[in-house]
Every structure is written in structure tokens, then in C-alpha cells.
């Protein structure tokens, strides 16, 4: 088993930043990917950015790229989301989640593990 907490979020005004954290415990080998994803209310829960273990490969969702940044600290097993030019419509709940072998990075359903959430909510 792998536990997540997530920490950061908050309430921002659009064209801020925030960032985001999220440390594993547990089996922490089981993390191949480590990603965010967020729901808006009334919304499905979407895939945002995620980060494989091994060589640091990034992926992210068109609406985030180039604005939010992934990385994580394989020491601390922690994964990292800079989130920059924030608009209102990023306003979501985040999810940290954790991918133990690696299947298709953007699904929910091939993450098994999840932390809690954390607002993060963008004034217009």
C-alpha cells in the first residue's frame, strides 16, 4: 500500500501561483507514475500532469502546458505541481495519485492509490 498526502492549494486571484505537494509513505516503489488530477464541481475528474519514477518523464494536459510544472524528489518521495497564470476555470479539487506499474498515464482508472484532495479555488 501507498499513502499520499497532499498539502499547498488554497484560494488565489487568477493569474497567480500556487503550488502543490504530495508525499508518499508506505510501498513507495509502487509509484511508477506520481500525478495530479482535479474535479470541478459538477465536472468529471480529469488527468493534469503526471511524472514517471525512472527517468523524470513528464506528461501534461493540454490546458495546463506551459503554465503548471511537475516534478518530484525521488529521496523524499514527493511529487511537486507549480501551478502558474492560473485562470478561474483551474479552480478544482487536486488529487495526487500514484500509478504502481506504469499503464496509460492520463487514465484515473490506472492509478490505484490516492491522497485526499486539496481546493484550490481562483478568483476572476
Known amino acids: 500500500q501507498v499513502q499520499l498526502v497532499e498539502s499547498g492549494g488554497g484560494l488565489v486571484q487568477a493569474g497567480g501561483s500556487l503550488g502543490l505537494s504530495c508525499a508518499a509513505s508506505?510501498?513507495?516503489?509502487?509509484?511508477?507514475?506520481m500525478g495530479w488530477f482535479r474535479q470541478a464541481p459538477g465536472k468529471a475528474r480529469e488527468f493534469v500532469a503526471t511524472?514517471?519514477?525512472?527517468?523524470?518523464?513528464?506528461y501534461y494536459a493540454l490546458s495546463v502546458k506551459g503554465r503548471f510544472t511537475i516534478s518530484r524528489d525521488n529521496a523524499k518521495n514527493t511529487v511537486y505541481l507549480q501551478m502558474n497564470s492560473l485562470k478561474p476555470e483551474d479552480t478544482a479539487v487536486y488529487y495526487c495519485?500514484?500509478?504502481?506499474?506504469?499503464?496509460?498515464?492520463?487514465?484515473?482508472?490506472?492509478?490505484?492509490?490516492w491522497g485526499q484532495g486539496t481546493q484550490v479555488t481562483v478568483s476572476s
Open positions: 511524472i514517471r519514477r525512472n527517468d523524470g518523464s513528464t
Open positions: 495519485a500514484a500509478d504502481p506499474i506504469g499503464r496509460y498515464y492520463s487514465q484515473s482508472n490506472d492509478y490505484d492509490y
Open positions: 508506505g510501498r513507495t516503489s509502487e509509484t511508477y507514475y
